[in-house]
Each structure stands twice: as C-alpha cells, then as structure tokens.
C-alpha cells in the first residue's frame, strides 16, 4: 500500500512539472511551495511515518524498502526542477528534502492529533515557511533569480 501511495505522489509531482511552464522559475517555485504546503494525501504524510518505524522495527526490511524509497521519490529530479545548486557553507540539498519531507509527516500526524492546537491553515502556513527558510533564494542560478517575483500568501 505505501508503494502505491509513493508511486501516486511521484506521479503527481511528474504532472505538475508537466503543467508548469519549464522556463518560468517563479511559477516552478509557487507550484512545489503550494505543493508541499498542501494537503492532497494526508494519509501519505501518516504511511511515510510508519513506513519509517516499521523499518526500525524490522531491520531485515529495511534495505529493501529504502531502495523502493529512493528509487520512488527522486530528489535529484525535485532540486533539479527548481533550478537549486548547492552553495559553500550550507546543509546538503538533498538532506534538505529528506528533512522538509520529514517535517510534514511529522507536523501532518501532530495536527491530525491536536487539531484545535494545530489547525491545517496553520499548519499550512508552517510548512510555506519552512519551505522558504530550507531553500534560500541565492541558491538559485542568478539569471533565474531575476525572474522570481515576490511570493503570495
């Protein structure tokens, strides 16, 4: 079931870049920072967490569902869509969105736990800032930079 669920996230990322206009940063920035903020599959956020607990449970498993993982969700394609490059000084990109990924699992189980504490919107507010403060704007090739306008909320 996780698989599936992974394959189905893989394949809506696919799409979007698909319905984005490729040559346009600012629109690829706004569709993953909406994306990501968002809640299409809740139940995902939830999986991805006992997937992960699962594995420390079952340490035989382990190897072969982080393969599946890997191999499912690419972060290579995700930095490379945005036009990210890694800079001097700063966390890996690719740890960067293991730990954005972890987050909302984290912060999807806290709000489904403690709704009136953590509302969606706010959680969805949360996340748009967590997105904006992991990925820094400098580390963005200077003529796509050019073309960002400033963000909605």
């Known amino acids: ?65 982080q393969e599946k993982y890997n191999r499912l969700f690419s972060v290579s394609d995700f930095t490379k869509f945005l036009g990210l490059t890694q800079k001097p000084g700063r966390s890996k990109l690719e740890s960067r969105v293991r730990a954005l990924t972890a987050i909302k699992s984290g912060l999807t189980l806290s709000m489904k736990f403690l709704p009136e504490q953590l509302p969606s919107r706010e959680v969805k507010l949360i996340l748009q800032e967590l997105f904006e403060a992991l990925f820094h704007e400098e580390e963005i090739p200077a003529e796509l930079a050019a073309t960002r306008k400033p963000r909605k909320r």
């Open 1 to 65: 079931m996780q698989r599936r669920r992974i394959e189905a996230a893989t394949q809506y990322i696919h799409e979007l870049q698909s319905q984005t206009d490729c040559d346009d940063f600012h629109s690829r920035w706004e569709v993953i920072r909406a994306t990501f903020a968002g809640f299409q599959d809740d139940q995902s956020d939830i999986l991805d967490l006992e997937l992960k607990l699962y594995g420390l449970r079952h340490p035989e498993a382990v190897k072969e569902w």
